[in-house]
T-cell receptor, first 114, second 114 residues
């Protein structure tokens, strides 16, 4: 089955620094990947749709300049949280796939900004 | 707008009991997909099932079964003879057409006690 790998699993960073999260499709090509955010004990909210070779599409209320998305190849999308602040602490998770087979999610990245 | 409601926030059962997790959705679309995902404490999302709006057949997979009723806009999930390993948060999700961005319910936390 489709496998999506996400790294790192967890990261602690200082306020004001930037953090990059990688999402890779290991055994299939993904022209589109999705980034979600999940606050503790809450649901997943779509942040943006990552499109290979073009700009990402952001959901309303998501700051483009804060959450930079790059999808430079058919197997890799990255999410960079720039100038991170404690309120950015959350669980970030990516997905790829299609409706035909269901969307596979990465294992998620727990970001803590101190 | 589309919406997914999982009214049960938490459910606690004793091992071997049957349990049903409710999911109600709202949409005016005629073509859509519904999903169930399991999120164990480790955080990753495990795909359980995908159902398209034209397929109202119920499905059984081992101890899991799903009941899709368009008349009541419900897509309920039943675990038969629950086990401790079933303890997790279960999310119901909606996808409009094949756009790929999923709208999640708030999740139901299931605790199965030995």
């Amino acid at each position: 089955g489709a496998v999506v790998s996400q790294h790192p699993s967890w990261v602690i960073c200082k306020s004001g620094t930037s953090v990059k999260i990688e999402c890779r499709s290991l055994d299939f090509q993904a022209t589109t990947m999705f980034w979600y955010r999940q606050f503790p004990k809450q649901s997943l909210m779509l942040m943006a749709t990552s499109n290979e070779g073009s700009k990402a599409t952001y959901e309303q209320g998501v700051e483009k300049d804060k959450f930079l998305i790059n999808h430079a190849s058919l197997t890799l999308s990255t999410l960079t949280v720039t100038s991170a602040h404690p309120e950015d602490s959350s669980f970030y998770i990516c997905s790829a796939g299609d409706s035909g087979y269901g969307y596979t999610f990465g294992s998620g990245t727990r970001l803590t900004v101190v | 707008a589309q919406k997914v409601t999982q009214a049960q926030t938490e459910i606690s059962v004793v091992e071997k009991e049957d349990v049903t997790l409710d999911c109600v959705y709202e949409t005016r679309d005629t073509t859509y997909y519904l999903f169930w995902y399991k999120q164990p404490p480790s955080g990753e999302l495990v795909f359980l099932i995908r159902r398209n709006s034209f397929d109202e057949q119920n499905e059984i997979s081992g101890r899991y079964s799903w009941n899709f009723q368009k008349s009541t806009s419900s897509f309920n999930f039943t675990i038969t003879a629950s086990q401790v390993v079933d303890s997790a948060v279960y999310f119901c999700a909606f996808e409009r057409g094949s756009q790929g961005n999923l709208i999640f319910g708030k999740g139901t936390k299931l605790s199965v006690k030995p």
